[in-house]
Nanobody
């Protein structure tokens, strides 16, 4: 079992930055690919970013490419999402997810463990 806890969400003005963190329990964290997803009101959950077990390979949604950066610190069992140049359309609940595979993936169904989510609100 892996438990994931997100933090770092909040209210920010357009153009601002936030860094989300996701702490994971379990000794096998370093073997898992990790991802971030988001869900806005009335919309389906969508892929944001993912990275492989080593952190070397990453993937981003087109909508966040160049603005968001995903990273991990396996010694701290933590994955991060640095979000810059935020836009009102980035407003959503952001979820951290773990995949019991070293390779990242984009479909949410590929992920086995999920956090409770953290709210990000970007005002215009």
């Amino acid at each position: 079992q892996v438990q994931l806890v997100e933090s770092g969400g909040g209210l920010v003005q357009a153009g601002g930055s936030l860094r989300l963190s996701c702490g994971a329990s379990g000794r096998t964290f370093s073997n898992y690919a990790m991802g971030w997803f988001r869900q806005a009101p009335g919309k389906e959950r969508e892929f944001v970013a993912a990275l492989s077990w080593s952190g070397v390979s990453t993937r981003y949604a087109d909508s966040v490419e160049g603005r968001f950066t995903i990273s991990r610190d396996n010694a701290k069992n933590t994955v991060y999402l640095q979000m810059n140049s935020l836009k009102p359309e980035d407003t959503a609940v952001y979820y951290c997810a773990a995949r019991t595979s070293p390779l990242h993936a984009t479909p949410s169904r590929e992920y086995d463990y999920w956090g409770q989510g953290t709210q990000v609100t970007v005002s215009s």
